[in-house]
């Protein structure tokens, strides 16, 4: 599991991505299609056509890092993306239940407490 600040972000590309891919092309493609900095410390997720294989790019303080995991049965769920956009965002909670196979179409959110401001 992941431990993330607060500040981090997930982009998710949705165009199918050539996982013989590494870090430079990535890096590429998230300034060329997700349309953001691969240096600012965020998360931007790739998956293949079969959605069966899925690759985190992000950027820590010394140097690329990349997350690459292939479901042997199965595949990824990314929730209300079918638009014709070529990214989107989501949170890092919910990236870590697409990691660990929940289908977050199926899954209800219940209702948590939140701070008022008046």
């Known amino acids: 599991m992941l431990t993330l600040p607060s500040s981090v972000q997930v982009f998710v590309c949705l ?3 050539d996982m013989r891919k590494s870090f430079d ?6 300034s060329a299609v997700v349309r953001q900095d691969p240096l600012s410390g965020h998360l931007f997720v790739f998956l293949n056509r079969c959605r069966d294989r899925i690759k985190v790019l992000f950027w820590d303080r010394s140097g ?5 995991k292939r479901l042997e049965a199965g595949t990824f769920v990314i929730p209300g993306h079918g638009g014709a956009d ?3 965002a989501m949170t890092v909670p919910d990236l870590m239940m697409v990691l660990e196979g929940i289908d977050l179409t199926q899954a209800r959110r219940r209702k948590r ?4 401001r008046r």
Do not use: I, M, R
Request: with cysteine.
């Open 113 to 116: 407490f939140s701070l008022e």
């Open 15 to 17: 165009q199918a991505t």
């Open 25 to 30: 092309s990535l890096a590429a493609q998230v």
């Open 64 to 68: 690329y890092c990349l997350y690459y």
């Open 86 to 88: 070529a990214a989107a």
